[in-house]
């Protein structure tokens, strides 16, 4: 069974539409992430939460904003999208305050902005 | 500052060679340390961690990376490489507030 689940696995959008990426975790983990990946940038840290809290913010542009409405969510929304918006976007989890917790990723939604 | 650097973007080797993934990094402490790999279409999953004790560290697959501290690196290494094993390998840095760290990654290409 999947231990993080990322919705969808697929998305077309127009650009200049808003989408929401959607990730929940069942492994009890308290920290979760965002990461961006494309042929630009191997694997981009996006963004870090805690207990729901933001932690860490590496991402520009205020188009993405992530929101935990539970403990073991972390959805993304995008606003206004464009084309470079393109990417493959993982999300991650671990047990925060452990410096050997490894990160659990999800497979992906892999997003094409047309 | 904290880094951790993969030298090689890309490696190719024939199927049942040897094989090393350089990894290294720049860290003030004893840092912990990983591996992981992503196969095509899919997360990152982790390969093996570091943190002390015997240098040499066994990860799933047969990998292995070990640890040097004079050479600031954390090598992967593997006897005799598989197709399957074709992917993307990631070395990771956790740094003082346990986030992770990422090389740029190297890709594996084995030649049948």
């Known amino acids: 069974d999947p231990k993080i689940i990322q919705k969808p696995k697929y998305l077309v959008a127009v650009t200049g539409s808003e989408k929401i990426l959607i990730c929940e975790q069942y492994l009890g983990h308290n920290a979760m992430y965002w990461y961006r990946q494309s042929a630009k940038k191997p694997l981009e840290f996006m963004f870090s939460y805690s207990y729901q809290k933001l932690m860490d913010n590496q991402t520009a542009s205020s188009r993405f904003q992530p929101q935990s409405s539970k403990k073991n969510h972390l959805d993304l929304q995008i606003t206004a999208l464009k084309p470079d918006d393109s990417a493959t976007y993982f999300c991650a989890s671990s047990q925060e305050g452990q410096a050997n917790s490894d990160y659990t990723f999800g497979s992906g939604t892999r997003l094409l902005v047309i | 500052a904290q880094s951790v650097t993969q030298p090689d973007a890309r490696v190719t080797v024939s199927e049942g060679a040897s094989l090393q993934l350089r990894c290294k990094y720049s860290?003030?402490?004893?840092?912990?340390l990983f591996w992981y790999v992503q196969y095509p279409r899919q997360g990152l999953q982790l390969l093996l961690k570091?943190?002390?004790?015997d240098p040499v560290v066994q990860g799933v697959n047969s990998f292995e990376a070990e640890f040097s501290k004079s050479n600031s690196s954390f090598h992967l290494q593997k006897a005799s490489v598989h197709w399957s094993d074709s992917a993307v390998y990631f070395c990771a840095l956790s740094d003082s507030n346990y986030q992770l760290i990422w090389g740029s990654g190297t890709k594996l290409i084995i030649k049948p």
């Open positions: 860290y003030s402490a004893t840092p912990y």
């Open positions: 570091y943190y002390s004790g």
